[in-house]
């Protein structure tokens, strides 16, 4: 079984800034893909960046274009964990987020296997 844990979540103004941690444990993550994704009340879950666990930790990611540029996605292997820093934040932003691991990738949240509780970040103008 996989657990995955989001904390970081909180209420900011726009402008402000705000990294999310998600911590994984169960099995081995060497062959996962570990994604994030949001959910604003009565939107679809909408893919934000996704980043391959194997390999050095400092590892490039993949993103939506709504968010190229304003948001990085990196992680630990050591520490199985993976942060979503997130910058200039504007009400829009305002969501659910969740991580997930999947063990195909893509931005599709059916290919996501595991997911986290989410946490909720609150974007005030």
């Known amino acids: 079984q996989v657990q995955l844990v989001e904390s970081g979540g909180g209420l900011v103004q726009a402008g402000d800034s705000l990294r999310l941690s998600c911590a994984a444990s169960g099995r081995t993550f060497s062959e996962y893909v570990m994604g994030w994704f949001r959910q604003a009340p009565g939107k679809e879950r909408e893919f934000l960046a996704h980043?391959?666990?194997?390999?050095?930790?400092?590892?490039?990611?993949y993103y939506a274009e709504s968010v190229k540029g304003r948001f990085t996605i990196s992680k630990d292997n050591a520490k199985k964990m993976v942060y979503l820093q997130m910058n200039s934040l504007s009400p829009e932003d305002t969501a659910v987020y969740y991580c997930a691991a999947s063990s195909t990738g893509g931005t599709s949240s059916r290919r996501y296997d595991y997911w986290g509780q989410g946490t909720q970040v609150t974007v005030s103008s």
């Open positions: 980043i391959t666990w194997s390999g050095w930790s400092g590892g490039s990611g």
